[in-house]
């Protein structure tokens, strides 16, 4: 600094405003070096003394100021060093003063406002790092309020790894973020505009770690292993104890948070699990010793094998694997093996079902078998379908190909044959050979049954028909509605049409006369059922104002093409065909079960467009007509032979004649129930889930015949609500808090929560995210996931015992700190709940991060 720029800058701080009362400036320049003590006596400082300070005139100094001339500016050069506080002779009048300096370490804790100069080796230590604007500006912005040598030491950390506040946690996890990279810029910049040493330093004392390898790999592999070893529920490997801190509460806080940068974390998890082999101690461990661990994905592949295995082995201890399935849905790695879980979960449903049922499909009376398909069965259908749906969308399923065939035989060979004999049993002995079977609701009756009402009393209605939606999907879809608005929510069943294929079961849900069957296709009072347009005109000859359309020329409406189209309509029948789209086709079958999830999302966007567009009050979802499928392939045996050439229609489950047949091993029907008295049109069907032999592939998803999962057709009533009326209104079940203490002792605690109701009806599930803050929202603790998700009427199985491991640091006992609860599942993370807690641990290392 040359004696221009010297003078300059002493005459603005000699030009600054006085204020508190002073009457004048004094500034203290301490030129230690001597750099300018020739200079001094050149300086041309207007109205300012300037006064020559040594060892010899310190009292002489103080004289001077404050007793011969205590009214003029004073500039006091000396080349001493500053003096410490405890040794300086004027420190009374330094502390009212300004201080001048011209090396580069004084400016920088000028500018920074640090006047505590026993930090100056601090700074100088990184005299590298300030010679540069950008990482002194990072620096300064933190504005931290008190300097010591530890804020000093990361604030430089932070700022080397661009971090946007100071915190060794940040700092951690730039360089962890940086490792996974060809080159660690961050690490680099460390080495040349920090102290690789301080690192190292931090380290031991914020997390003990002490080992010899001091590399950002191992370093990684303390916290991994340090956070698995408060979780594992057996000894920790010998060769891993070196890694293991002594004091585990910051790793696993640390490890807790770092997850949440997901793709950093899983691949140096996946480089450490190499590296210390966790897979071969895995394999000797027994499942319940890391069932709520997450440090590592080898322990949900474990799991996954291990429960698979199991059940293929047909050990049925079914609660306690779902129990394991459930924890694990609050792991780390859930997102990436949920389809793998799922696929278990399912397979664990549908066997404990069958043991429920103890592997007996019981004879009853057609009707009553009709209502324990309802009631029962349909729910073993629903879970094949969520395994397979589940099953499919696992990339590599190789370890559940054991349990897939299991799955395969208990519901092809042994439900789905079972079920068969049975009803077959009971609706043989129906008389007459008539198909309809008293008591139970018709589907050719639905218009009369269901819509006619709303006509007359000149309401208007909805109907939403959607190919091949069967009972048990069409109960899930129920369940999804009900939670999806405030409205009621019914199901109920209808003996569907036989054969149950789409003209004819189309043709029974609409107002009709009559029915007839000319050539091969379906006519209702004489219009072809087939068609949309003739359709429309069935609705409006019987109904008027009203209208028939497809799902896919409505769905991309917007509110005035809605408007356009169904205004003044009382009478309005939507066709959606997802599924049976997919399964009537050979190349796209094994896809149905997928199609059925897309039916569900398709019918609920489309029921929230009729509200919130016509302001549709009241919707009818039904279905022309089930479907049977099964993964495998069918043997030939499962396959009947055609021995008659008189047919009018044929499928691969029904054949319509115009004489009764008797074929070995089907079932022969009138048709006179639909199309009259003496119609002389009969349908053979076969006895089970067999198919007739055809030329083609495409058999393994089928309908047409009598099997219950094609004939049993479902009804959904929607009635929207916009009443004030709180009885429909759909509210997340409530989580308390129920320990009783308020206060924190120990750096490892536990605390119970009560779901307070039960999952049903209106009444969801809640998923919540649960820490310790601070007062300023600073996060204290490890994080722990609630999902309040359960039915159960008794109270002990609707409680939660979380684990909350706290970061090692001072706490103040006067302060507040807070057990958050936010609800996960809404868009912006949202507080559910908090509760105070003073926290009053004794043992600490007294370092935060």
């Known amino acids: 600094m040359n004696l221009k720029e010297v003078q300059r800058m002493l005459m ?81 009048t330094y502390k009212y003063s300004f201080e001048f300096a011209t090396d580069k370490i004084t400016v920088i804790m000028r500018d920074l406002g640090v006047d505590d100069d026993s930090l100056r080796s601090v700074f100088k230590k990184y005299a590298k790092f300030f010679n540069n604007k950008e990482r002194f500006a990072l620096f300064s912005g933190y504005r931290i309020e008190k300097y010591n040598e530890e804020t000093i030491d990361i604030a430089v950390l932070s700022a080397l790894c661009k971090c946007t506040y100071e915190s060794l946690e940040e700092v951690l996890k730039a360089l962890f973020c940086e490792e996974c990279k060809k080159t660690n810029k961050y690490w680099e910049s460390i080495g040349k505009f920090g102290d690789e040493e301080t690192f190292w330093m931090l380290m031991e004392k914020g997390f003990g770690y002490q080992h010899s390898d001091k590399s950002l790999k191992s370093l990684f592999t303390f916290f991994s292993i ?50 210390i082999n966790v897979e071969k101690y895995i394999a000797n461990w027994d499942l319940t010793a890391f069932v709520g661990c997450d440090t590592f994905r080898y322990f949900d592949i474990h799991i996954i094998n291990k429960l698979s295995k199991d059940l293929v082995e047909g050990l049925e201890e079914y609660e306690a694997y779902k129990g394991i399935v459930n924890q694990r849905r609050k792991s780390h790695w859930y997102p990436i093996y949920k389809y793998e879980l799922g696929a278990i979960y399912w397979a664990i449903s549908l066997l404990e079902k069958v043991k429920d049922l103890e592997q007996t499909i019981h004879y009853a009376d ?6 324990s398909y309802c009631n029962s069965y349909s729910f073993l259908d629903k879970a094949y379908r969520k395994f397979y749906a589940a099953l499919d969308k696992v990339n590599q399923g190789e370890q559940l190909h054991g349990l897939r065939e299991v799955i395969e035989n208990v519901y092809t060979n042994w439900y789905v044959n079972e079920l068969s004999v049975q009803w077959s049993k009971a609706i043989e002995i129906n008389p007459n050979n008539q198909w309809e079977l008293l008591g139970l609701p018709q589907q050719h009756k639905f218009y009369n049954n269901h819509i006619k009402s709303h006509v007359n009393k000149g309401e208007r209605v909805f109907v939403i028909i959607s190919d091949a939606l069967r009972y048990e999907a069409a109960k899930e879809l129920c369940e999804l509605l009900n939670v999806e608005r405030k409205a009621s929510t019914e199901i109920s069943a209808m003996q569907g049409v036989l054969p149950s294929y789409t003209d004819l079961g189309m043709a029974s849900l609409l107002p009709h006369r009559e029915l007839s069957l000319v050539e091969k296709s379906i006519y209702i009072d004489g219009l072809k059922a087939s068609s949309t347009e003739n359709r429309n005109s069935v609705l409006n000859k019987h109904a008027g104002d009203a209208i028939a359309v497809q799902y896919k020329d409505v769905i991309d409406y917007n509110r005035q093409q809605y408007r356009d ?49 016509v302001s549709a009050s009241t919707i009818y979802i039904t279905a022309d007509h089930g479907f049977l499928y099964q993964r495998s392939s069918l043997e030939t045996h499962e396959k009947v032979i055609k021995t008659t050439n008189n047919v009018v229609l044929d499928n691969r489950r029904f054949l319509v004649t115009e004489q009764e047949e008797d074929i070995q091993g089907t079932l022969t029907f009138s048709m006179d129930y639909i199309l009259g008295n003496n119609s002389y049109i009969y349908v053979t069907v076969p006895r089970g889930a067999e198919r007739f032999a055809k030329q083609g592939a495409g058999a393994n998803y089928v309908h047409g015949g009598a099997m219950l999962q094609e004939v049993v057709v479902p009804v959904i009533k929607f009635k929207n609500d916009r009443s004030k009326n709180s009885k429909n209104d759909i509210k997340k079940v409530d989580v308390q808090l129920t320990s009783l203490t308020r206060k924190i002792t120990n750096s490892i605690t536990y605390l119970d929560f009560f779901q307070t109701e039960k999952v049903e009806d209106k009444k969801v599930p809640l998923r919540l995210k649960v820490y310790i803050s601070d007062e300023e929202g600073n996060r204290v603790s490890n994080e722990n996931i609630i999902i309040a998700d359960k039915r159960s009427d008794k109270p002990e199985d609707r409680t939660f015992k979380e684990k909350f491991v706290l970061k090692s640091m001072t706490y103040n006992k006067t302060k507040r700190y807070y057990l958050i609860l936010e609800d996960e599942e809404e868009s912006v993370e949202k507080e559910y709940n908090k509760y105070p807690f003073t926290i009053d641990i004794t043992f600490t290392n007294d370092f935060g991060f």
């Open 366 to 371: 057609a009707q009553e078998m009709f209502k």
């Open 226 to 275: 340090s956070h698995l070893s408060e979780s594992l529920k057996v000894e920790i490997p010998l060769t891993w104890t070196s890694f293991v801190a002594h004091n585990v509460t910051n790793s696993v806080v640390f490890i807790d948070h770092f997850m949440n940068n997901k793709e950093t974390y899983e691949v140096l998890s996946d480089q450490i699990s190499e590296r």
């Open 565 to 613: 189209v169904f205004t003044g309509k009382r009478v309005i029948y939507i066709y959606h065909n997802t599924i049976d789209a997919h399964g009537d086709h050979a190349v796209t079958e094994r896809k149905v079960f997928e199609a059925v999830d897309d039916t569900f999302k398709e019918l609920l966007v489309l029921v929230n467009n009729l509200i919130n567009h």
């Open 12 to 92: 603005e701080m000699f030009a600054r405003p006085l204020g508190d009362g002073k009457q004048r400036h004094i500034v203290f320049w301490y030129d230690e070096a001597g750099e300018f003590q020739e200079d001094i006596i050149g300086l041309s400082l207007e109205n300012v003394r300037i006064w020559e300070m040594t060892q010899n005139n310190l009292f002489a100094t103080k004289y001077e100021i404050e007793k011969v001339d205590p009214v003029s500016h004073f500039l006091i050069y000396s080349v001493m060093p500053k003096p410490s506080p405890r040794e300086d002779w004027l420190l009374d």
